[in-house]
């Protein structure tokens, strides 16, 4: 499986920053979610649907997260996903928040597909099949 | 009605701060619902068991606030919620953040008790008796 | 002075909402600065260029804010700033959250400049003359 | 390096909740850092101290979490750190999120001792020595 991945543009805000003047390191994991969502969204599943339409959703499992350099106020970072692993009621994703050509952030994202109760269920194949086309 | 009320102290944390150096704006409002929780909790309403005992749940319709000197990295603040009136539906509190002597956020917020729907509910005697005391 | 504003599309994602299914009441504020920060870039005013090009910084003296209607996850909202009143060293903004032609959320939003030692600060000739031609 | 660690009850509130019902998986980050805070604080170095004190800061380079079952609204959780391995400009700590004997998050956090330019910079030996004591 070869991804080109999807990415989304992200403005760094005050509400982001800390008092070292730099983007409080749990607020990556916000900028990445968002570009999960989209993602998804992208591929036709709003996030607000896969309850109603798949009686699922996707929760996190796992974060493995480097911090190699700090965003600052302002800046205008790029945070990409990249589908790596496709399982049967879970997936790994790669993601990185870049600024301009620097890495700043590079993550490892293990989510798993649940009902409401939290009960592991099998990714639906309409969705795996879009997914695996990203 | 003559309240004593009811205050929390709160913790300064990265977190809170943005790059200003400073409490972000909106995180006062955080502080001041964590009171506003812990004051129910210890009036004997857990927060988490007002839909399922009583149907109903509170939800702000207004703030006004007014910030008078920032909060910093590591303060240790207090905030305090007084009732300020008990309507049929609603009541209006008054919440302030102070850091020792010097009150830094002052502000007045209106309750609404509504429905998980979003209908008005008259709060019920049971709290109301309760939420006088404080 | 009359005014049309300026607005930023916001997308609701789950770190914004609760577990009341809607979005967190403080979290209104986050994007209401998020769309100021838009607007004084759009000015010409980069947010991280106010300190090194003019002395000052804006920080919120206070907000008056209702709450009409809750937005939900995957909402696309708009979320607009209007200048209601320039001051010497404040300004006062009108800010709105709609989801089509549903208003969410109202505030007045009162600004002043200052600088980095809080003390106020004239608001610059420059800056002023941009921000009544929004 | 035996170490009982340092732990802090962190009540949930709306604010770190989502549409889900859940603790938001960013959120648990914080609190993992208001516990550090706290930890750093009661070996007698308070947290913004370090810089005018020791000319440092510590950042987070790496975090390795693991979310095992969800924390809800109102939940009373013990949150908790324990140095692993202390390093000249690095430290690797343990850290984990309770309730009551459920463990809800287990980390592995790597801290790095920098300048406020971001430069490594070896961790003094009055702060080791305290450190080693938990």
Avoid at 35 to 54: K, S
Avoid at 55 to 81: H, W
Wanted: with cysteine.
């Amino acid at each position: 499986m070869t991804n080109v991945g999807y990415s989304l543009p992200v403005r760094v805000y005050y509400e982001d920053t800390d008092a070292a003047g730099v983007v409080y390191y749990a607020n990556y994991l916000r900028f990445m979610e968002r570009v999960r969502t989209e993602w998804l969204n992208a591929c036709g599943f709003e996030i607000d649907q896969l309850v109603p339409r798949f009686g699922l959703l996707f929760v996190v499992r796992s974060v493995q997260i480097d911090f190699l350099q700090p965003a600052r106020l302002n800046d205008r970072l790029e945070v990409s996903v990249t589908l790596e692993r496709l399982g049967r009621v879970s997936m790994v994703l790669r993601q990185v928040v870049q600024h301009g050509s620097d890495e700043l952030c590079r993550a490892r994202v293990k989510l798993a597909s649940v009902t409401v109760d939290g009960v592991p269920k099998a990714i639906p194949d309409a969705i795996r099949q879009q997914l695996e086309k990203t």
